[in-house]
């Protein structure tokens, strides 16, 4: 293992990289906002510390509330530079504050509103006798999923995909 200057060097890289985003060794480091990785190089660890942070970065943190790291980060700066940068740990229960009446909650009806309809076309499904009508319910109920899916960016991006990749064997790409 290389020597602590070495380690100092490579973190001082890897905030750099942190700071613009782009390739760290194999990786591709995304850009972090507010400051946190400014112009300041990394702090020099001794071998016992290099240790304790090998131990830690060994552990699993997954069932730790992050508003605690956000806790202790914001407390670890000085208060003048935490204004000066604003850098200010936000809560997932404010953040809600705004992704629920912005975001969720126009989704929740307008996901009820697909229910609904999908819940009379299901029952047009089972009342129908013949195939064919069973066959255009299960059409209209694919195509009220698929309008709901298509205005969702994550659907949008992964229907946009798989149109590209199915496009040169599907029968309708012709037309």
Avoid at 41 to 70: N, R
Wanted: net charge positive.
């Amino acid at each position: 293992m290389g020597s602590t200057e070495q380690l100092t060097d490579r973190f001082t890289e890897l905030f750099a990289k942190m700071r613009t985003g782009g390739a760290f060794g194999f990786e591709r480091i995304p850009w972090f906002n507010g400051g946190l990785f400014d112009q300041a190089p990394a702090l020099p660890l001794t071998s016992s510390e290099v240790g304790v942070l090998i131990m830690a970065a060994g552990q699993d943190w997954s069932q730790v509330e992050p508003a605690i790291f956000g806790t202790l980060f914001e407390r670890s700066l000085d208060p003048t530079k935490r204004a000066q940068i604003g850098a200010h740990y936000t809560s997932r229960e404010d953040i809600m504050l705004v992704v629920d009446p912005v975001i969720m909650a126009p989704l929740r009806r307008e996901w009820a509103g697909v229910q609904a309809e999908v819940d009379k076309l299901l029952e047009r499904r089972r009342a129908a006798t013949t195939k064919p009508t069973r066959t255009k319910a299960d059409t209209a109920i694919g195509a009220a999923l698929q309008a709901t899916c298509t205005g969702c960016r994550p659907c949008a991006s992964s229907t946009r995909l798989a149109g590209r990749a199915t496009s040169s064997t599907s029968p309708s790409s012709s037309s």
